[in-house]
């Protein structure tokens, strides 16, 4: 392994560690010539297909690429570095387990818009309309129509009769029913309603 600062190849291994994942080793070295430090990851090599682009070439499938995506849709997002690489890990893995030989570029990017959208919805709409290019503010909206009606429907909710009491605190205290708060209720005929 030759250094990264003076590109000497005397180089020694100072410690070893298992990667999180299992999958790999994490390695520290020392430069015996101008003793820089610096780390190293050890994987194993598996078998993962070929990406077949819009344009019809083929690339190697590249996890710095997903990577890379991830970081900036998730730029200035409270996602941190571990997250991020759990992403790329499970994707990677996802595209291992299938066997292809050959998965589409679009395939890859609709795995990390699902997974995005699980773990923070703004770097999914970012994500989002980069890689779909949105053509006009419609599809841009659609997007975020789609993703608040999933929201709502995997929303938790509460027993009904503790509802009001936890959404406005006038409710806790018997005050100003919904009716009275959106139209209706005891003071409507005195408004007009």
Do not use: H, W
């Amino acid at each position: 392994m030759n250094c990264p600062k003076c590109r000497s190849g005397e180089t020694r291994v100072i410690d070893s560690r298992e990667g999180a994942d299992g999958r790999s080793v994490r390695r520290r070295r020392e430069c015996e010539g101008c003793q820089f430090r610096f780390t190293t990851f050890e994987r194993i090599e598996e078998s993962l297909p070929l990406v077949v682009k819009k344009d019809g070439t083929r690339e190697a499938f590249d996890r710095n690429k997903i990577l890379s995506g991830l970081r900036k849709a998730c730029e200035k997002r409270p996602v941190n570095v571990d997250q991020m690489e759990a992403v790329t890990r499970d994707i990677e893995t996802v595209f291992i387990e299938s066997g292809e030989k050959e998965v589409s570029s679009e395939a890859i990017g609709e795995i990390v818009i699902d997974r995005l959208q699980g773990l923070d919805q703004v770097a999914y709409i970012r994500f989002a309309s980069v890689y779909r290019a949105f053509s006009d503010v419609s599809q841009f909206i659609d997007t975020l129509k789609s993703l608040v009606s999933t929201t709502e429907a995997t929303a938790p909710t509460l027993p009904k009769g503790n509802r009001g009491a936890l959404s406005d605190p006038r409710k806790a205290s018997g005050k100003n029913t919904q009716q009275d708060l959106f139209g209706g209720g005891r003071n409507a005929a005195k408004r007009g309603k």
